[in-house]
């Protein structure tokens, strides 16, 4: 079956710009998350869903950072007002249960923003 | 703060020598360590998954260990072959409450396999 997709694989936005990430997890897995990955570094974090309830968005970095998932699948993760600290991969991942499982988490293939 | 460590950063071998990447991690509440290969331009790809109640999984020619008492891991490659050639990330999940499910990751160990 089909993966972890995201959208746009690229996103080059001017600072100030709002932009948004797409993520559509594998049918019917439960838990979502997005991480964001700076050049040279490991994936960091960001927040996580369990269908469309936010359980933890305590890495989001700041308040211009928004992340949606309305009816338990797509998820879109918002930046508002784009500042070139923003330029990083985001990662979105899914995996079948909650997390209490402990499961493999499976990653799409990440959104590289560039922010000028 | 959970912290993950890979030693070394890069490493360069020549087709089919066995080699060992190294993880380690602060937080002796391990729920499980997982392993993944992140090719450029690409998302991760899960290797494998090990449980706190484990030790070690394998997988082909890879095989992962858990020593939690030395918060210890390392990925173990047999027989080493170009297609290997990825960077090769770590990441734990602890067991602190409310933190549970988010992954923490180290920076990667960048391997090269030459023919």
């Known amino acids: 079956g089909a993966g972890v997709s995201q959208s746009p694989r690229y996103k080059v936005a001017k600072r100030g710009q709002d932009v948004a990430l797409r993520c559509d997890p594998i049918s019917g897995h439960v838990s979502l998350f997005w991480y964001q990955q700076a050049l040279g570094q490991g994936p960091e974090f960001l927040t996580y869903f369990q269908n469309e309830a936010q359980l933890d968005k305590s890495g989001l970095p700041s308040d211009r950072f928004f992340a949606e998932r309305p009816e338990g699948s797509v998820s879109t993760l918002k930046i508002q007002r784009t500042q070139q600290e923003d330029s990083a991969v985001y990662l979105c991942a899914s995996s079948l249960w909650g997390v209490a499982g402990g499961e493999t988490q499976y990653f799409g293939p990440g959104t590289r923003l560039l922010v000028l | 703060k959970q912290e993950v460590t890979q030693i070394p950063a890069a490493l360069s071998v020549p087709e089919g020598e066995n080699l060992v990447l190294n993880c380690s991690f602060t937080?002796?509440?391990?729920?499980?360590l997982q392993w993944f290969r992140q090719d450029p331009g690409k998302g991760l790809t899960s290797l494998l998954l090990?449980?706190?109640?484990?030790r070690e999984q394998t997988s082909g020619r890879l095989n992962a260990s858990l020593d939690k008492s030395s918060g210890r891991s390392t990925l173990y490659i047999a027989a080493s072959q170009p297609g290997d050639s990825a960077t090769y990330l770590c990441?734990?999940?602890?067991?602190?409450?409310?933190?549970?499910?988010?992954?923490?990751f180290g920076r990667g160990t960048q391997l090269t396999v030459w023919p």
């Open positions: 937080d002796s509440a391990i729920y499980n």
């Open positions: 090990i449980q706190s109640s484990q």
């Open positions: 990441a734990g999940m602890f067991d602190r409450g409310s933190t549970l499910g988010r992954l923490y």
